[in-house]
């Protein structure tokens, strides 16, 4: 076994601590390994219901114009490295298995999945030395362990419902969990990636909170924002709360970067597994989009409809998801439904998953369903019906189709974060 295969096979059990909100643990396990989260340059956090990951990305992306950025982003779709990128490449193995040493040594074991990866990436990134690290909030934020590092940046991308058993089961209560995030003196940006009815609740959050600058993204700033090369007029919005950041960060004088390198980040950023277009000689187009909540799979529905794409749609849904919002999104944009599983227990049944799109009907009725048992058998069964083959519903299983489809990195053990809190 190597050292990778180790710390993999040491994460796993971890897992079985569940889900478990609060700071006090991994403030005080950064505290023996002696604060290296003050050591990660300018600190942007980044927290939201839809388009952190894609914000992340931005960030990452205009602020790597003039500066060497560290990323922190979850989940990983193939590959644990994934989660933590330097100057815009996953970390290597020899580098993440000696931060999780030293987190170890410091008795980060008895801590959750979560926590000791935020820990790991911190110890890591502070090794790097860069100038600018982006952090992405894990689950909700007020609680989450990422919000134990201080940062002069907040941005919240908007809130949508999602993760209700956790978070509150209204916009009012998941604001209040996103807008944790906000600190005195903090320079805010609040996107509009969301629903509109939930920026006030942002607003007032980040005023409680004594933040000295907050912006919000309005209509202007989004028809302001130069074209991206994420597809959809939702990555517009991301792009201008990216770009609103980069401001704060040119503001407090950590960067400098010119419109028209602004324009070039922004045109060439990637962010693999959100609309990701596979074409290949010979193949059947295939789009890989993770919507793994009905906001999010409403925006996929809208690109589709943007460009004519009517395809057969191979999905899979976490349980604990609003599977029928997403069926509900989703089954009037495309001709047919392949439903499947990813290959893990939070993975709802295909049996189940059928029956919400079955139900989903439209003004022209359901689609016609198909259940696979795996993704490889999803894809056969698409193909044959012909046509471009959207697989969506879940960022594992569009972590699985990177790994079939395009070669991606996979790790010899699967780890990722559980499903739900520990009671």
């Known amino acids: 076994m190597t050292p990778y295969e180790a710390l993999l096979a040491r994460l796993l059990p971890a897992r079985r601590f569940g889900i478990d909100l609060g700071l006090g643990r991994i403030r005080a396990l950064l505290d023996r390994l002696g604060a290296p989260d003050r050591r990660l340059g300018t600190i942007v956090h980044v927290g939201g219901t839809n388009g952190k990951g894609s914000t992340v990305a931005m960030i990452a992306a205009l602020a790597g114009a003039h500066a060497r950025v560290a990323a922190y982003t979850s989940p990983h779709l193939s590959c644990l490295r994934e989660r933590i990128a330097i100057g815009g490449e996953p970390i290597d193995e020899g580098a993440i298995v000696a931060a999780a040493d030293a987190v170890r040594g410091a008795g980060g074991d008895a801590l959750t999945f979560f926590e000791q990866v935020t820990a790991i990436a911190c110890v890591a990134i502070a090794d790097a030395r860069v100038a600018v690290t982006v952090l992405e909030v894990g689950l909700g934020g007020r609680l989450d362990a990422t919000n134990a590092i201080d940062a002069p940046v907040a941005v919240v991308t908007g809130v949508a419902m999602d993760h209700e058993a956790i978070l509150g089961g209204t916009l009012e209560a998941i604001a209040a969990e996103k807008g944790g995030i906000f600190k005195r003196g903090q320079r805010v940006v609040i996107g509009a990636s969301g629903e509109p009815a939930a920026v006030p609740y942002l607003d007032a959050a980040a005023r409680a909170a004594g933040a000295s600058v907050i912006t919000i993204i309005d209509d202007a700033a989004v028809a302001a924002a130069p074209a991206v090369a994420l597809a959809g007029a939702h990555q517009r919005r991301n792009a201008a709360a990216a770009l609103a950041a980069l401001d704060q960060l040119e503001a407090i004088g950590v960067v400098r970067v010119p419109a ?161 809190p520990r009671s």
């Open 260 to 420: 028209a390198a602004r324009a070039r980040a922004l045109a060439e950023v990637r962010h693999p597994g959100r609309f990701e277009v596979i074409d290949a000689a010979g193949a059947p187009r295939i789009i890989l989009d993770g919507a793994h909540n009905p906001h999010g799979a409403r925006a996929l529905a809208e690109v589709l409809a943007e460009r004519g794409e009517r395809p057969v749609l191979v999905a899979a849904v976490s349980a604990d998801k609003d599977v029928a919002g997403i069926a509900a999104a989703l089954a009037p944009a495309v001709r047919a439904v392949i439903a499947t599983r990813y290959q893990q227990e939070r993975s709802l049944p295909p049996a189940d998953l059928a029956a919400r799109f079955r139900a989903a009907a439209g003004p022209g009725g359901a689609p016609p369903v198909e259940e696979e048992p795996d993704l490889p058998a999803a894809l056969a069964a698409a193909r044959r019906l012909g046509g471009t083959i959207l697989v969506a519903g879940s960022l594992f299983l569009v972590g699985e189709a990177r790994v079939l489809l395009l070669g991606a990195p996979v790790d010899p053990i699967a780890v990722t974060d559980p499903s739900a």
